[in-house]
């Protein structure tokens, strides 16, 4: 290396280190403020007298809240799949009644996800996720407002399609129907 390169590569060497100091400081100092502001407010969110006399009064629910779990519920119940029981959506039937008779299984049941009849299971199982965390967090309320049994039976549908559609290790049917067919009848 020539002298005057070996300068340069040592001003080069010295610029990233600043770089690098003035990053590691400033992420220092946001981790810092962050720690802080959390300490700060944690009695605030997580111990006020607030919070409390809401989880004591599970019941204590707006009406406005209460029929926008009941059409989200309703919701559900108009994406379902085969033969419905206890059907709510009046102008809906059965449907899929055959999905899965291909392979000897009953992929009937499970819920479309866009308005198509498409089945796919992984927004399905993000929808069970988060019907399930909602009725461990919710549950009280959702049995106040008498949708805790909508939102079970829900459950237990997208349940029961994700069980049946996996029916041996190594096998699952992710997608039930054709999406260029679908789409050119929509």
Avoid at 114 to 125: N, Q, Y
Avoid at 130 to 152: C, R
């Amino acid at each position: 290396m020539v002298e005057g390169e070996e300068k340069s590569y040592h001003r080069e060497s010295n610029t990233s280190w600043g770089w690098r100091l003035i990053l590691l400081l400033y992420i220092s100092l946001v981790a810092a403020a962050a720690t802080l502001t959390l300490l700060r407010n944690f009695n605030r969110y997580f111990h006020s007298s607030q919070v409390t006399q809401l989880s004591a009064r599970p019941g204590h629910v707006v009406q406005n809240y209460a029929n926008a779990l009941q059409l989200a519920t309703q919701f559900f119940d108009a994406q379902k799949s085969g033969k419905l029981m206890k059907n709510r959506v009046e102008w809906r039937g059965d449907l899929g009644l055959q999905d899965g008779s291909e392979e000897g299984l009953d992929l009937s049941k499970g819920m479309y996800d866009a308005g198509d009849l498409l089945k796919f299971v992984f927004p399905m199982a993000f929808i069970a996720t988060i019907l399930s965390w909602a009725i461990l967090e919710y549950g009280d309320q959702m049995k106040e407002v008498k949708q805790l049994g909508q939102a079970h039976d829900s459950l237990k549908w997208i349940t029961d399609y994700l069980i049946n559609a996996h029916p041996s290790p190594n096998v699952l049917y992710i997608q039930v129907g054709d999406p260029e067919l679908d789409h050119n009848c929509w």
